[in-house]
Nanobody
Framework: QLQLVESGGGSVQAGDSLRLSCAAS????????MGWFRQAPGKEREFVGA????????YYVDSVKGRFTIFRDNAKNTVYLQMNSLKPDDTAVYYC????????????????????WGQGTQVTVSS
């Protein structure tokens, strides 16, 4: 069974950058479309973006577009979330998730489409 482990979270200042990693074991990420989600305190988990396994095409929600980049290294069985120009509103626990197949676009944010989830990594951005 595929297992996902996020890392790279931490506490930073507004305007800083962080790179989150999502490493897989028990399977190969090249077989999955991947998504990133986040959950802020007291809020529901929300979609951040996704990347397709075959084309590496990406989709982002408006709140992170232009600041966040998702990319994958199939050889390392890892997906990354590069976060630049971080804002206090980006404070959340960040999760990666794997889906057998996604439709790129807003529908990629449907959480029931994801079969495997990581445990999350905390990102805290202070002003």
């Amino acid at each position: 069974q595929l297992q996902l482990v996020e890392s790279g979270g931490g506490s930073v200042q507004a305007g800083d950058s962080l790179r989150l990693s999502c490493a897989a074991s028990g399977g190969t990420l090249s077989s999955y479309d991947m998504g990133w989600f986040r959950q802020a305190p007291g809020k529901e988990r929300e979609f951040v973006g996704a990347i397709m396994w075959s084309t590496h095409s990406t989709y982002y929600v408006d709140s992170v577009k232009g600041r966040f980049t998702i990319f994958r290294d199939n050889a390392k069985n890892t997906v990354y979330l590069q976060m630049n120009s971080l804002k206090p509103d980006d404070t959340a626990v960040y999760y990666c998730a794997a889906a057998y197949r996604l439709t790129l676009g807003p529908a990629a944010g449907t959480q029931k489409n994801y079969a495997y989830w990581g445990q999350g990594t905390q990102v805290t951005v202070s002003s």
